[in-house]
């Protein structure tokens, strides 16, 4: 027999039923805000103020509301109820009050000092998402449209200089916060602040993990309304995209280091077991990911045999392209890996092999749905992370704390731009300008990514310390930094491509060559010399054969005595299809993906994307076209703003 | 102090963390293995089995799995602890074990008899969805997309019909299977079969209500697929959709139906209270949704005036049409009335008004998207639907009550299609012929609704039986009828559009005539007579110049002492617009809508519906291009099979 400590608690049943309503209600009523908020803005071409940081806006004063408009209604909730024959908690718990037996399922394990912030606003609790929501459901379609609109050709092109921010570069930057915190949390324990705390230096190697993770969003959005350079573009893209993986594997390592003996002695056993785990989690969701895409791919493959043609059925298609994509998650967190970092890999590997095998229909339908679900979800996080402000119950601010984090923040982001850009330019021959590691310093935004893992776990006082100081780090780089890009980007003279009227190509190619461009466009065939032209010469000759319909034919790729496998592995139609594979790199095109909601009107595409982008693009509706698609074909038209119709006449 | 009974129940904590990522692992592989098969099929023009039918088969296949082929692993979690002090169930309880606080969320309420069934595999316990899942987030697309995607001209043209079967038919249909179901239970309780059971009237009237919805979905997506007749299309499809809103609402009238005496004698207080709570909830939730849609419809208009241009960002056009119209649904259960109906109803008048104010992006986009959701939402609840008769843990299979459910549903079907079809055809002017009413009669699945509706409340003895028996119906239906589609349309003789190659109009409109169709085509225009006319006329008049830009100017429609309103309220293009008027009601087209993934390469349209709908699209492309969309155009072409760029050429 258990004996039960019960302070009192009774919530009246039937709010049960509409309570979840209730809440999701208020977000659907903050999205709906801030997307006409985002429509006022973007008709007056205000850009100092992107969608999210308007969401994150709202959140806040919505929090604000809840927190000091609705009254405290659940006073007693924070009882405790001791049981002392069991083990552990079950996952479900049958309870007998007053006769009927009431079924609670296990959410948490909650810390004793936290039980406290249960009691009080009903509606604040409820307004409070399980943390898990963040990882499972809303960040899993933003990597993966990350991943699946990178631009290939420049990230390729890049992929070295890429590498190293996003692997060294946070590396750095977490050791750099961490040494940077754990300084000023030496000085707070000295002088008595966290008195009682338990607070070690992976705590702070943690933080430092966590707020590594750069999510410059809103830089990106502006960039691309404004054409900026398209290396710069890449790279910033490109390592924040690689990064965010790198930074959740780099904190679960820490997260689950355990030296044996005093945690704040170096334990070589426990350090390098962490090092493994996280090149054995990282190769692993890397491996899961693209695993599952070469399955996509080789499924969408076989529609160009004369058996099964997939691409006559694009809802099937489309739904087998989803379904397969959220399996490369779900099987990575299955396997104990990191479902992030395998939807990243999964999107990368889908966009350079499936996408060139979908119906033009198919190509549509993903990338609007993915899009579509990227565009709710960073909305809903970010919204979600200005009410957290208020509505979460256990803040701890602490301005040292807060001040020491926003010094390690940049910090260890000097420290990542500036020497790896000139390691860098030693070996590019299309050197990183300073204009550019200025602007590259000056986007590193701390966002989604860094604010889930903050809020994965807020049990301990350090913990909840650091995501208070997180959530503050986010609001001032979302508003200030995001939107203070423009200026930036005037005051560092970095060049855009004029937004003209006309459509016509020389008068922009024109444009272009007068742009105050440090970089030859002619010389970017040449860059990221070694890495790219061996993963480049690999894919093209054996990858994109077997797993696509374009690339030259195996048959004259692999050593004679392969021929009777060749043969066999190679597409039909590569053999006539030989003219289009240079272009194939190109066919996701970033340009495609967002220009259709990112700006106004009239979006001249810059000179030397458009050409290749265009006749990639046309080229392949012409082909493709031929297969047939049920009297319903999708044609993607890229002369700006006029109607075909019209050019028809 | 409470006392604990305790049993022992000891859960791995680990296993919490995974565990929700295999059980949508193993729906995910379910989605994928249908989707594949179903991509077979439909190369092989197999009509016997569709996605639903398929999807429902491997659920059925992989509960039999993991009922026989996984251990029983946790054993003793039938634990129930007695609390005496508690009132009722608190929402959160924290539980103190071993000097941890746990956190465990109220999940439910359950009686004594199903406490055994939490014994026994945690793998079936797993595979358990919450019932409140299917009602908010697997039922709201799929209402939707059938209220968005309904044929309006036609729907509205045989709206008298499709009101009468619905309301009254749904309700005769109800009694009708209440009746003989109380028979039924009459004789097995005089048979002492249910000893101790409590099994009144309106129990037998619940399983009634819930056993009215009828789903057609393998059917219609037959007759589409073979463009059957499109009045029995429209007839067929608007019943169900109807239907599906009357039976929920009628469902939950009836559980809320509590007499103050003897619950077996008539109560008409009780009654007419229950009546007066379907009348209440019905039309709130009716107005709640086409509120909603109404404001949407304003929103999107207002991309006409010069200030904003909405439809310059269809990707926030299209995320707040997607966002309004699940606040109708969210704003429905949050005051407590039926969130389905209203989203059923939002879905119509999306599709009425707000529809031709899209851009022609967003018209794109919301409809992929929701077919989309569509898809999936249908095919994991049919797949759910083969897993519960394994995994669910509380059948009551009883042949008696059974037996009784099938001549009942049955017997109700007739009572609903052949009297009202005999009392409609004495008003229409186009009779519905007998070929027609058996076909009706046939097509009497019961589906997705049906079993929500079951499975929402399996606490007691009677609804875990009816729960079994709803069950059996559902497959035998889906199977057996959704199987003999085809045979049975050409058994009964109804009129095929045959399935050409040549997309010439001519010869379809003479294959029409020459088919075996006992409807003139010519007289369609003058049915359904009063109550068409009068909402047409007000409708065409009032409603769409003030929501839409299509229609005549209200300057000419309203009285002239209204005209300094009606210039305010009329768009400054509906002066010109007023030739496409006729086209607007035709725009929704079911054809475009599914054509892409339902069938082959060659889908001629019925002559009469592809004239207009092609001239209304096309129309509309050029009028609405002119707008500029970004250099980023979706132009849908409906020369079947032929790529635009040949035909330029």
Redesign the interface.
């Known amino acids: 027999?258990?004996?039960?400590?019960?302070y009192?608690?009774?919530?009246?049943?039937d709010?049960?039923y509409?309570q979840?309503?209730?809440e999701?209600?208020v977000f659907?009523?903050l999205?709906?805000l801030t997307?006409?908020t985002?429509?006022?803005f973007?008709?007056h071409r205000f850009r100092f103020l992107h969608e999210t940081g308007g969401a994150m806006l709202y959140g806040l004063v919505m929090g604000l509301i809840l927190r000091y408009a609705t009254k405290v209604s659940?006073v007693g909730?924070?009882?405790?109820?001791?049981?002392?024959?069991?083990?552990?908690?079950?996952?479900?718990?049958?309870?007998?009050?007053?006769n009927?037996?009431?079924?609670?399922?296990?959410?948490?394990?909650?810390?004793?000092h936290n039980?406290n912030g249960?009691q009080g606003n009903a509606m604040l609790?409820k307004m409070t998402f399980d943390p898990s929501i963040f990882f499972?459901i809303l960040l899993p379609p933003i990597i993966f449209h990350a991943g699946y609109s990178l631009k290939k050709r420049h990230f390729f092109r890049n992929l070295g200089s890429i590498l190293t921010y996003a692997f060294l570069g946070t590396a750095i930057s977490c050791i750099v916060i961490g040494l940077i915190m754990y300084g000023f949390v030496k000085a707070m324990l000295h002088t008595g602040q966290l008195k009682g705390w338990e607070f070690h230096f992976t705590d702070c190697l943690f933080f430092g993990s966590l707020m590594s993770a750069t999510d410059p969003v809103t830089v990106l959005a502006i960039f691309h309304e404004l054409h900026v350079d398209t290396d710069l573009y890449t790279l910033l893209f490109g390592e924040s995209v690689l990064n965010d993986a790198v930074a959740i594997v780099l904190t679960y390592s820490i997260s689950i280091y355990r030296p044996k003996e005093n945690p704040n002695v170096f334990d070589a056993a426990a350090f390098f077991q962490s090092v493994g785990n996280f090149l054995g989690i990282f190769a692993g969701s890397f491996a899961m990911g693209s695993s599952y895409a070469v399955v996509t791919a080789l499924?969408s493959f076989m529609h160009l045999t004369k058996?099964?043609?997939?691409c006559?059925?694009?809802?099937?298609e489309?739904?087998?392209f989803?379904?397969?994509s959220?399996?490369a998650f779900?099987?990575a967190?299955?396997a104990?890996l990191t479902?992030i970092v395998a939807v990243l890999f999964c999107g990368i590997t889908q966009a350079h092999y499936t996408y060139n095998n979908l119906s033009p229909?198919s190509k549509?339908?993903t990338k609007?749905?993915f899009?579509?679900m990227n565009?709710?979800a960073e909305n809903v996080i970010f919204c979600y992370m200005g009410l957290a402000l208020f509505t979460f119950q256990n803040h701890i601010f602490d301005p040292l704390f807060i001040l020491g984090a926003f010094v390690a923040v940049f910090v260890a982001r000097a420290c990542n731009i500036y020497p790896f850009s000139f390691l860098l330019n030693l070996g590019r021959k299309k050197k990183i300008p300073r204009n550019f590691q200025h602007m590259m310093m000056f986007s590193g935004l701390r966002g989604a990514i860094a604010f889930a893992l903050a809020i994965q776990d807020t049990e301990s006082q350090p913990k909840q310390m650091m995501f208070t100081t997180a959530l503050l780090i986010v609001f001032f780089t979302v508003w200030v930094f995001g939107g203070g890009t423009t200026p930036m980007l005037t005051w560092l003279q970095i060049r855009l491509v004029l937004v003209g009227i006309d459509?016509d190509e020389d008068l922009k190619a024109e444009a272009a060559n007068q742009s105050t461009s440090t970089l030859d466009k002619n010389t970017t065939k040449a860059e990221s010399a070694w890495l790219f032209r061996i993963w480049y010469g690999f894919d093209h000759k054996y990858l994109k054969p077997i797993l696509t319909h374009a690339g030259p034919p195996l048959t004259t790729t692999l050593p004679e005595w392969c021929n009777p496998i060749a043969r066999l592995l190679t597409s039909p139609s590569a053999y006539g299809d030989q003219l289009k594979d240079d272009d194939t790199d190109y066919i996701i095109n970033n340009d495609?993906l967002t220009?259709?909601?990112g700006?106004?009107?009239?979006?001249?595409?810059p000179a030397q994307d458009r050409t290749c982008s265009t006749q990639a693009t046309?080229k392949e509706?012409?082909n493709e076209?031929?297969l047939?698609?049920?009297?319903?074909?999708?044609?993607?038209?890229?002369?700006?703003?006029q109607?075909?119709?019209?050019s028809?006449a």
Chains 1, 2 share one sequence.
């Open positions: 027999m258990e004996k039960l400590k019960k009192g608690s009774v919530k009246d049943e709010q049960f509409h979840g309503a209730v999701l209600l659907n009523f999205l709906i997307i006409l985002i429509w006022l973007k008709n659940d909730s924070g009882t405790v109820y001791e049981c002392e024959k069991l083990k552990s908690g079950p996952s479900t718990l049958l309870i007998n009050i007053t009927q037996v009431y079924e609670y399922q296990y959410k948490r394990e909650i810390s004793h039980v249960h609790q499972n499924i058996f099964t043609k997939l006559e059925f694009p809802m099937l489309t739904g087998l989803f379904l397969l959220w399996s779900l099987s967190e299955a104990g479902g229909d549509m339908r609007q749905l899009e579509f565009f709710l459509p495609e220009e259709n909601y700006s106004s009107a009239h979006i001249p595409v046309n509706d012409i076209g031929d047939g698609l049920g009297g319903y074909k999708l044609q993607l038209e890229h002369t700006a703003g109607p075909q119709m019209n028809l």
